[in-house]
C-alpha cells in the first residue's frame, strides 16, 4: 500500500522572494527621498552637500524675545523680497541666523546688512480703502525675476514729481510692495501706507553736496532728540526728532523737509 503524502504549505525557503521584496522597499524609499514637490525627481540638498553661507546677526545688547522675533519676520520679509529662495531665518539664543544655500555669498550679505533710514518730503496724499489694493502673485521668483520686477516698478511709480501726480489718482497700491528698499533716491516715489497712497519727493542732498551726492538719511538726526508719544491734537501717535545742524555737520537745507 502506497502512503499518501499530505498537501501541506512548501516550508522550503524562497530567496527570490525575499530578493524582490527588498527591491521593491528600496525603489520606494529612493523614490520618497527624492520627489521634492516643487522640483519633481531633484533632491534637495542641504548646505552641507550644496555649499552656502551662513551669517549670524548678533544684536547690542539683550533684546527682549517679542523683539527678535519682530526682527526676524523683518528679515524674512526681506528675504522674499530679494528673491533668495531656500534660505531659512531662525533665532538661536539671543542671535538670528541666515543660511544661504549656494555658492553666491553675495546673497547672504545683501540680507545681513543694516537696513537704512530716508526721509522724502510728502508732495501730495489721497486716501486708499484697505480693501481696495492691487493683487500681487504670492509666488517668490529668483533674483532676476525680482529684479525685472523692481526696474517695472520704478518705470511706473518714479520720475518727476509733475509726471507722477498725472498717474497719481490712478494708481493701485500693491498688497505686497516689491520696491521697498530698492527705490532710486534722486527720484519722487509713489508710496502707500497703510489708509493712504502719497507723492514723496526726492530724498534731500546735504547741504553742499553735488547731485550724486550725499543724501538725507537717518544719520543725520541727533540721537537725543528722539521722543514719541500721542498727540492730543493730531489725535494718533507721533515721533519728534531734529536733524544735526552744527559745526562741521552739513545737515540739511532749510525747508526741503
Same mark, same amino acid.
Given at each position: 500500500? =502506497?502512503? /499518501? ?9 524562497r530567496?527570490?522572494?525575499?530578493? &524582490?521584496? @527588498?527591491?521593491?522597499?528600496? @525603489?520606494?524609499? @529612493?523614490? $520618497?527621498?527624492? $520627489? ?10 542641504g548646505?552641507?552637500?550644496?555649499? *552656502? ?12 524675545? &517679542? ?7 523683518i528679515i ?8 533668495? $529662495?531656500? =534660505? =531659512? /531665518?531662525?533665532?538661536e539664543?539671543?542671535?538670528i ?17 543694516t ?6 518730503p /510728502?508732495?501730495? =496724499? ?13 509666488e517668490? *521668483?529668483?533674483?532676476? &525675476? /525680482? ?16 509726471e507722477?501726480?498725472e ?19 534722486s527720484?519722487?516715489l ?10 514723496? *519727493? ?40 531734529? @536733524?544735526?545742524a552744527?559745526p ?10
Open positions: 500500500m =502506497t502512503p /499518501v503524502r499530505s498537501r501541506r504549505a512548501d516550508a522550503r525557503p530567496p527570490w522572494r525575499n530578493l &524582490a521584496l @527588498f527591491f521593491l522597499a528600496l @525603489f520606494i524609499i @529612493f523614490t $520618497a527621498a527624492f $520627489a521634492v514637490a516643487d522640483r519633481g525627481m531633484t533632491p534637495k540638498l548646505i552641507d552637500l550644496q555649499g *552656502g553661507t551662513r551669517v549670524t546677526l548678533i544684536p547690542k545688547g539683550q533684546p527682549a524675545e &517679542a523683539d527678535l522675533q519682530l526682527a526676524q519676520q524674512r520679509e526681506r528675504v522674499d523680497g530679494l528673491g533668495v $529662495a531656500g =534660505t =531659512t /531665518v531662525v533665532i539664543g539671543s542671535n541666523v541666515l543660511t544661504v544655500p549656494g555658492e553666491d555669498s553675495s546673497q547672504a550679505r545683501d540680507l545681513g546688512t537696513s537704512q533710514l530716508t526721509i522724502r /510728502v508732495l501730495q =496724499t489721497q486716501p486708499v480703502s484697505p480693501d481696495d489694493r492691487e493683487p500681487v502673485p504670492a517668490k *521668483g529668483d533674483r532676476e &525675476a /525680482v529684479a525685472k520686477e523692481v526696474a517695472e516698478a520704478q518705470e511706473l511709480r518714479q520720475g518727476e514729481p509733475q507722477l501726480t498717474t497719481f489718482a490712478t494708481f493701485r497700491c500693491p498688497e505686497r510692495d516689491v520696491l521697498a528698499g530698492f527705490d532710486d533716491p527720484k519722487a509713489i508710496a502707500c501706507g497703510e489708509n493712504a497712497k502719497y507723492v514723496l *519727493g526726492p530724498v534731500p542732498l546735504l547741504v553742499g553736496e553735488e547731485e550724486d551726492g550725499q543724501r538725507l538719511d537717518g544719520q543725520q538726526i541727533v540721537k537725543d532728540s528722539v521722543s514719541s508719544g500721542f498727540s492730543q491734537q493730531a489725535g494718533q501717535n507721533e515721533v519728534s526728532f531734529r @536733524f544735526n552744527g562741521g555737520e552739513q545737515g540739511v537745507p532749510p525747508g526741503r523737509v
